[in-house]
């Protein structure tokens, strides 16, 4: 079973920018697409990004234009590059491995993934 650990959050202002990296062990992550969602306290998880095996992207309505997901197949490192951060983007981050099927749905943009595992989640708060 593949392991994600992130890294990378903080505390930014409105219009700043933050990088996060997730670093996956484990299986090897070529087989899954990798993705990002995001979540609150008592609040549904939502789907950021994901990036797929022939490198395309699927970006959520609200972060698109301004987040960019990319992956290192050969450092196995996945990451999301978060500029132009507003105060609704503060929520807890979460690397995910993606598959195609599965009862674990996660929708990101227009494409329902499945999601098979995730990291410990790292904090992103954004003051206004």
């Known amino acids: 079973q593949v392991q994600l650990v992130e890294y990378g959050g903080g505390s930014v202002q409105a219009g700043g920018s933050l990088r996060l990296s997730c670093a996956a062990s484990?299986?090897?992550?070529?087989?899954?697409?990798m993705g990002w969602f995001r979540q609150t306290p008592g609040k549904q998880r939502e789907g950021v990004a994901a990036?797929?095996?022939?490198?395309?992207?699927s970006y959520a309505d609200s972060v698109e234009g301004r987040f960019t997901i990319s992956r290192d197949n050969v450092k196995n490192t996945l990451y999301l590059q978060m500029n132009s951060l507003k105060p609704e983007d503060t929520a807890m981050y979460y690397c995910?491995?993606?598959?195609?099927?599965?009862?674990?749905?996660?929708?990101?943009?227009?494409?329902?993934?499945?999601?098979?595992?995730w990291g410990q989640g790292t904090l992103v708060t954004v003051s206004s």
């Open positions: 995910a491995a993606l598959s195609h099927t599965g009862e674990n749905i996660l929708q990101i943009g227009s494409t329902v993934f499945n999601l098979a595992a």
């Open positions: 484990g299986y090897t992550n070529s087989n899954f697409c």
């Open positions: 990036i797929r095996n022939d490198g395309s992207t």
